[in-house]
């Protein structure tokens, strides 16, 4: 995509759309509110400490991209704003609201998808979800894609490209790594043993010296 949003633009997009959907009769919001609503500790990942300066960049980065700006009311006293993400990409409820959960928390499972995006749109089942996240992977060009399967875990995650495409990690450094480290571990094993069996052996020595003194201790009271 020709759209690269970095982190702070990420949040700041994140949240103008979230509080759209959630919090309507507040929106669109002051620079404060904004700040605000980036620095949220709840359903957020990672939790952020931004400035009103570090919001204020974002954006303008942001209204560069035509995927923020000021809103168009000019009713109040204060500069408020609001995202245009509809505008350019024209998504529908169940769309807006996989997007903007994964701005706010990163890469996330279909079921993680579904509760944390109820609050925005109430997907009927993972049937309807699927559908919805299949819809964002074959736009062109695609708003989402699909990372592989991490070992042990049962479904795959999902990852907006709004910051560019998601360098997966492959299978192959995952089991070069466990390799490495079994055999690091197997190392360690080894030498306990030998060191082990070299006490053992050392035991066993003093045993007999003891029992060849005690014999000669008895035979020189027979």
């Given amino acids: 995509m020709d759209i690269l949003l970095n982190k702070v633009e990420i949040r700041v997009l994140g949240s103008l759309l979230e509080k759209d959907v959630i919090t309507p009769e507040y929106y669109p919001l002051s620079l404060n509110a ?41 009713e109040d006293r204060v500069n408020k704003y ?67 399967r991490q070992p042990g875990t049962k479904e795959a995650r999902y990852e907006h490209l709004l910051s560019g495409d998601v360098e997966p990690t492959t299978n192959v450094n995952v089991d070069t790594a466990r390799i490495a480290s079994s055999g690091v571990a197997s190392l360690a094993d080894s030498q306990r043993i030998t060191h082990l069996e070299n006490d053992v052996a050392t035991l066993q020595r003093e045993v007999a010296d003891l029992k060849r003194q005690l014999m000669a201790f008895r035979k020189e009271f027979e």
């Fill in 34 to 74: 904004l700040m605000n609503a980036c620095n949220q500790k709840n359903n957020r990942d990672p939790v952020m400490s931004l400035t009103e300066d570090d919001v204020r960049q974002a954006l303008h980065g942001l209204q560069e991209k035509h995927l923020a700006g000021l809103a168009t009311s000019g």
């Fill in 82 to 148: 609001e995202h245009r993400l509809q505008e350019v990409f024209n998504l529908t409820r169940g769309e807006n609201a996989i997007v903007c959960v994964l701005l706010l928390r990163g890469p996330q499972t279909p079921g993680e998808l579904r509760g944390r995006s109820e609050r925005m749109h109430p997907f009927e089942d993972l049937t309807d979800l699927q559908s919805t996240l299949q819809s964002l992977i074959h736009r062109d060009p695609p708003l989402i894609k699909v990372l592989p």
